[in-house]
């Protein structure tokens, strides 16, 4: 179990590496950057398969995107020097809290499947 | 920066993209059924290749937020659609909050 989360949390870590990589070469039109997200984005898709082996998908998935969103509007705030504003926090704050809520109303099925399995 | 509309059109494409990798994900089984499995990480990098595009008119982490908001709201209606998956009413509301985001984002 402890291996599932040290999974999920490198799923998250490579996906959110990739990004900045991409966003940072963006500007000059480097392939080199997207080659780079390309392949943490794929890293991050095994990872991730990797930990639903044992997390349950609802909450791997939960953890997986909500956090890929706070942890990249940090990215953006404090290495890419995006100001935020008013509006744009108030979204982004819902589209976290949406993300866990949508997959915290699947979860509980999955655990009702699991435990209906023989 | 504002969103320009063909930025955040990349985005919501690269959203839909999101939706159709996670149905292929479902129909793969765990990566079981091998075809599934490569086709939807095929639409996984097509994703977010128009992701790519969409950072080049607006903030990495509002695009990003846009294709993860648009992916969930995609996947949980497709896949009461198609699997017949049951969502609970907490789903539901974070549903509205999702949908509710992305129109923020949008007019931000």
Do not use: Q
Not at chain 2, 71 to 85: C, D, N, P, Y
Request: charged share 10%.
């Amino acid at each position: 179990m402890r291996l599932a989360w040290l999974f999920l949390a490198l799923a998250i870590a490579t996906e959110v590496v990739g990004l900045t990589v991409m966003k940072a070469s963006s500007a000059s039109c480097a392939y080199i950057g997207h080659a780079v997200m390309y392949a943490s984005i794929a890293l991050s898709y095994v990872f991730l398969a990797r930990a639903v082996k044992t997390v349950p998908v609802g909450v791997a998935y939960a953890i997986w995107e909500g956090s890929g969103v706070a942890l990249i509007t940090l990215v953006s705030v404090f290495i890419f020097g995006h100001v935020l504003s008013g509006r744009e926090v108030v979204g982004l704050s819902m589209a976290v809290l949406g993300i866990l809520l949508v997959n915290a109303g699947k979860a509980h099925d999955d655990d009702i499947g699991e435990e209906a399995a023989p | 920066m504002t969103a320009s509309g063909l930025s955040f059109a990349f985005a919501f494409m690269a959203g839909l993209l999101d939706v159709a990798a996670n149905l292929a994900s479902s129909k793969s089984d765990g990566f079981v059924k091998r075809g599934w499995g490569v086709l939807s990480i095929l639409l996984v990098l097509a994703a977010f290749a128009l992701l790519a595009e969409a950072v080049k008119g607006m903030e990495l982490a509002i695009a990003y937020a846009v294709l993860g908001g648009t992916g969930i709201f995609g996947t949980a209606i497709s896949g009461r659609l198609f699997f017949g998956e049951k969502l609970k009413p907490i789903g539901w509301v974070g549903l509205i909050l999702v949908f509710g985001a992305v129109l923020v984002l949008h007019t931000a």
